[in-house]
């Protein structure tokens, strides 16, 4: 998962606080940019953006000869009433005894700090080793009470790899949406209507 996200390394982004204060339902609906010029992907001639009650969606990439991209997403609303997406997320839940979580990675981590109380709050940690691209990892998530949280990844010989920072958000009972801050694109809707993302393109609603 975490090397998907430098694949996309692009597409980097901190969410930005502008805009005005808007509603979901707001945002729900087809969103399609203005044509682009200079996009860091070549032959990208559009994008059209479906965010979805849900929390879920789509964004498609539209190509010069006709074809699509089209990656899943998921989407978070900010206090200052901007939205936030994210292709790389992942739903984790936890257990009715509150004691254990399971991520859609199939792994499982045992709370070692935290009140069950609190939910998803504390700190988790895997309960055997995990092996991605050959390296055996202990994985040990901190989950904050304000939404973020680091994610620390430790090979089997004790190196810790630098955090990762966390943005979470409630997605059913017991089920909570993850994303890694880096990989969260902003999208502000405007007071005349339109959608503003980080880089700076334009959204009609349609």
Not at 164 to 180: A, D, S, V
Request: charge should be negative; include cysteine; hydrophobic fraction near 35%.
């Amino acid at each position: 998962m975490k090397k998907s996200i430098l694949l996309i390394a692009v597409l980097i982004a901190i969410i930005c606080s502008a805009g005005c204060v808007s509603t979901p339902k707001d945002i729900i609906g087809t969103w399609t940019s203005e044509k682009l010029i200079d996009f860091p992907a070549p032959n990208v001639t559009q994008i059209v953006i479906v965010f979805n009650p849900n929390g879920k969606g789509t964004e498609t990439w539209v190509y010069n000869d006709g074809a699509k991209y089209v990656s899943n997403m998921s989407w978070i609303k900010n206090e200052d009433g901007s939205y936030a997406y994210a292709y790389d997320s992942w739903i984790t839940t936890i257990s009715d005894d509150g004691n254990t979580t399971t991520d859609e990675e199939g792994r499982t981590y045992i709370r070692e700090d935290g009140d069950i109380l609190e939910g998803y709050v504390g700190t988790w940690i895997t309960q055997k080793e995990y092996e991605y691209n050959g390296i055996l990892y202990t994985i040990t998530d901190k989950i904050y009470a304000n939404n973020t949280g680091i994610s620390l990844w430790t090979t089997h010989d004790g190196r810790t790899e630098q955090p990762w920072e966390i943005i979470w958000y409630p997605y059913k009972e017991n089920m909570y949406i993850n994303y890694y801050k880096e990989a969260l694109i902003s999208f502000t809707i405007l007071d005349n209507g339109t959608g503003l993302d980080n880089y700076d393109l334009t959204y009609i609603k349609s």
